[in-house]
């Protein structure tokens, strides 16, 4: 089971036997929107916000956490992954594969939004399908590659 919930509240995802509320995982909004802005971010003036990754690290093994991109951040006007990448489109990919590499390579249980693996550039609409025909273009192609290897 996992908790959906953005509080500091302690032991989310501890037993209860030990005090805790007894979930699995606990949903790290907080991971989250501090990546999203760091990444969103020109990397020009991004050393001035590396604290959005780093406090992460102060409560990174206090839970068992889940580190999602979910359908909440690329959906009503909030772009998909890719859009929200500064840069040329050679460049929102490159920031793209980065953020893909903090994600896989942070404590947690990773949770990628469908069509954020390869890159695809209309945020999510539920009134449609996935933007199939952009794995034609080469760029889109390596980039699902790269989050299947």
Do not use: C
Request: aromatic share 16%; no cysteine; hydrophobic share 40%.
């Amino acid at each position: 089971m996992i908790a959906e919930e953005s509080s500091d509240y302690p032991k989310v995802s501890a037993p209860i036997i030990a005090g805790g509320l007894g979930f699995n995982y606990k949903w790290s909004m907080g991971w989250m929107n501090d990546t999203l802005k760091y990444f969103s971010t020109d990397p020009y003036a991004r050393q001035a916000h590396i604290d959005q990754l780093t406090f992460s690290w102060v409560y990174m093994q206090n839970e068992q956490f889940i580190l999602p991109f979910s359908h909440d951040e690329v959906v009503h006007g909030k772009k998909s992954l890719m859009h929200k990448m500064p840069g040329d489109r050679y460049n929102q990919f490159a920031n793209l594969r980065t953020m893909a590499v903090w994600q896989m390579t942070f404590p947690g249980k990773k949770l990628l939004f469908m069509g954020s693996e390869w890159g695809q550039f209309l945020e999510w609409r539920d009134w449609s399908q996935l933007e199939w025909v952009d794995l034609k273009d080469p760029l889109n192609a390596k980039m699902q590659t790269f989050t299947t290897a």
